[in-house]
């Protein structure tokens, strides 16, 4: 995409998927049930993103603070992973989708890492028209400070020269699969980006909904893709 002209449509999409918990408990329901109508909703936004031909869909799924929350809900949340990938994968194989999980979720244990791994690799074997990148136990913050690290290794190692550090080098070292994000969208009324990808949405479109995820539907999706397409991108620029 070339700077400083007006974007018809993003190609890279960022989703803040909150509101699980309080739709939920605003239907009289346990919190699990919100985060199982999340995941349905997920499959909705997918195929939207395939049909409206987005080059990549990357999801907030579960930060590094999201640890704090009661031990019953995150071992829903770890049951809801093995479920969504077992039933939605011969789906996303169906529709080419190549699915990347990043962050430290090896955090959820061995099994959930081998269906992850078992996923990855499985809908990998083709051109996909969608990538779908869910983020699991991700901070921003701890992704740059990770990449400064591996910076640092690779100099002292001697793989890489100081003089090789810029914008790029840190991004190709970040976890998250996509160097730009072009529109972020949060549901659940709260207007901050909460940790996520503070790197990538250096120049994103930012759209916050009070609309809880669980009610967020293709039409919002087309709703939100429709605004940005709207908007004169001039990246600091003066046209």
């Given at each position: ?234 990246f600091g620029q003066r046209l």
């Amino acid at each position: 995409m070339a700077l400083g002209v007006q974007s018809k449509k993003p190609e890279n999409i960022a989703i803040i998927m909150d509101g699980n918990g309080r739709w939920a408990k605003s239907h009289s329901f346990e919190i699990t049930k919100g985060h199982k109508r999340g995941v349905e909703v997920v499959r909705e936004i997918v195929e939207e993103c395939v049909s409206q031909h987005i080059n990549s869909l990357t999801l907030f799924a579960f930060s590094t603070e999201n640890w704090t929350r009661p031990k019953t809900e995150i071992s829903g949340i770890k049951n809801l992973i093995i479920e969504a990938i077992h039933e939605q994968l011969p789906e996303l194989v169906e529709k080419k989708v190549k699915l990347s999980f990043f962050g430290n979720y090896s955090k959820f244990g061995s099994n959930i890492k081998e269906k992850i791994l078992d996923a990855e690799k499985k809908t990998s074997k083709y051109k996909e028209d969608l990538r779908l990148n869910i983020a699991l136990s991700y901070g921003g913050r701890s992704d740059i400070v990770e990449s400064c690290k591996q910076i640092t290794s690779s100099i002292i190692s001697g793989s890489m020269e100081e003089s090789d550090i810029n914008e790029e080098s840190i991004l190709e070292f970040s976890q998250c699969p996509e160097n730009n994000i072009d529109l972020l969208i949060r549901t659940g009324g709260d207007h901050r980006i909460s940790n996520f990808l503070l790197y990538q949405v250096a120049y994103a479109e930012i759209i916050f909904l009070d609309k809880l995820w669980p009610d967020f539907t293709k039409l919002d999706l087309q709703d939100c893709i429709k605004q940005f397409s709207k908007v004169e991108r001039r990246f600091g620029q003066r046209l």
